[in-house]
C-alpha cells in the first residue's frame, strides 16, 4: 500500500520561499513507473497541479506554466522522498498543498497526501 | 487553454441515480478521471481512464466519456456519496481539473 506523508510549515511570509516535503512509502521516488507530483487547492484557483518529477534513466520535471519561474522540485533518493520549493509567495499562494503520485503519460492521482494548509501572511 | 466545466451543484435522493458532467473541447479524445473529496479530506480516486474503478471503489460508481462530456453516474446513490466531486484530464502535457460539482443527497 501506497503512503505520502507531507511535512512543512503552516505559514509563510510574503517573499518567502515555500518548502513541503512528501515522504513515499510503499513505491519508490525512483520507480519507472510513477511521477511524483504537487497540486495546490483553494477556492479562488480550485484544483491546480503545479508540477512533477519522475525517474527514467535521469530526472525530469514538468512545471505549470503559472509558477514555472517560482518552482523547484527535486526528489531525495537516500530519503525515498520529494520536495516542493516556491519561491516568492504571496498570499495569492495561499491553499492546501497536496502531493500526489500519477502517471508519467496521461492519467490519474491515485494517492494522494493528507494536505498542508499554507497561509502567506506577514 | 483547455478548460473542464462543471456544474456547481447537483442534488439526489437517496437511493437515485446522480449524475454529473464535466465538458470541455473534444473531452472524448482524451482520458477523463473523477475525485471524490469529502470535506477536510484529500481527493479520492474514484473513476480513470473513462470508466474503470480502482480496488475499493463501490460499483454504484461508473463513468463515460464521449463527445465533449465525460459523465459520472452513481447509481443507487447513498448518503456517503454527500461529497465534492472533481473531472481531471490530461492537456497538451498540462492537467486540467474541472471546478467541482457538490453533490447533495437529501
Known amino acids: 500500500q501506497i503512503e505520502l506523508q507531507q511535512s512543512g510549515p503552516g505559514l509563510v511570509k510574503p517573499s518567502q520561499t515555500l518548502s513541503l516535503t512528501c515522504a513515499i512509502s510503499g513505491d519508490s521516488v525512483s520507480s519507472n513507473s510513477a511521477a511524483w507530483t504537487w497540486i495546490r487547492q483553494s477556492p479562488s484557483r480550485g484544483l491546480e497541479w503545479l508540477g512533477r518529477?519522475?525517474?527514467?534513466?535521469?530526472?525530469?520535471?514538468d512545471y505549470a506554466l503559472s509558477v514555472k519561474s517560482r518552482i523547484t522540485i527535486n526528489a531525495d533518493t537516500s530519503k525515498n522522498q520529494f520536495s516542493l520549493h516556491l519561491n516568492s509567495m504571496t498570499p495569492d499562494d495561499t491553499a492546501v498543498y497536496y502531493c500526489?503520485?500519477?502517471?508519467?503519460?496521461?492519467?490519474?492521482?491515485?494517492?494522494w497526501g493528507q494536505g498542508t494548509l499554507v497561509t502567506v501572511s506577514s | 487553454s483547455f478548460e473542464l466545466t462543471q456544474p456547481p451543484s447537483v442534488s439526489v435522493s437517496p437511493g437515485q441515480t446522480a449524475s454529473i458532467a464535466c465538458s470541455g473541447h473534444?473531452?472524448?479524445?482524451?482520458?477523463a478521471s473523477w475525485y471524490q473529496q469529502k470535506p477536510g479530506q484529500s481527493p479520492v480516486l474514484v473513476i480513470y481512464q473513462d470508466n474503470k474503478r480502482p480496488s475499493g471503489i463501490p460499483e454504484r460508481f461508473s463513468g463515460s466519456n464521449s463527445g465533449n462530456t465525460a459523465t459520472l453516474t452513481i447509481s443507487g446513490t447513498q448518503a456517503m456519496d454527500e461529497a465534492d466531486y472533481f473531472c481531471?484530464?490530461?492537456?497538451?502535457?498540462?492537467?486540467?481539473f474541472g471546478g467541482g460539482t457538490k453533490l447533495t443527497v437529501l
Open positions: 518529477t519522475y525517474y527514467r534513466s535521469k530526472w525530469y520535471n
Open positions: 500526489a503520485r500519477g502517471p508519467i503519460a496521461a492519467g490519474a492521482f491515485e494517492n
Open positions: 473534444k473531452l472524448g479524445d482524451k482520458y
Open positions: 481531471q484530464a490530461w492537456d497538451s502535457g498540462n492537467v486540467v
